[in-house]
């Protein structure tokens, strides 16, 4: 069955943000923060998941842009990152791994925010 997708509210995304989580399962909240991310930067799942360090790039003034090619087109995209971002990369900061953010699959992220949605009691 074919749907047509749906924008996210404002109010669903405020909800989803500030969910809280169980701590024993503390995936959940990296599957949340790589969505934030992607909804701060702009980026799809699969641009989300493959970004390296090597993509941020700082400016003589001091602001981050990400620059990446997309993986789907392969078109070069700039995009300056919000302070949000910029916190929840600094969250995952880790020396010994090139990405952003730890890997997880695309199956695995969607099947958490399902979850997610649902402590979150989005529409």
């Not at 047509?4 to 669903?12: C, E, G, R, W």
């Amino acid at each position: 069955k074919v749907t047509t997708p749906k924008a996210l509210s404002m109010s669903d995304f405020i909800k989803i943000r500030d969910a809280e989580l169980p701590e024993d399962k503390p995936r959940l909240s990296v599957s949340r923060d790589m969505f934030l991310f992607a909804c701060y930067a702009g980026t799809a799942f699969i641009d989300t998941v493959s970004i390296t360090k090597a993509n941020v790039k700082v400016l003589e003034d001091g602001d981050k842009w990400l620059v990446y090619n997309r993986k789907k087109t392969g078109t070069l995209a700039r995009v300056k990152l919000l302070p949000e971002a910029l916190e929840l990369m600094a969250k995952y900061e880790d020396g010994a791994r090139d990405t952003l953010f730890p890997l997880l699959s695309t199956n695995r992220v969607r099947i958490d925010l399902i979850t997610i949605c649902k402590l979150a009691e989005t529409s």
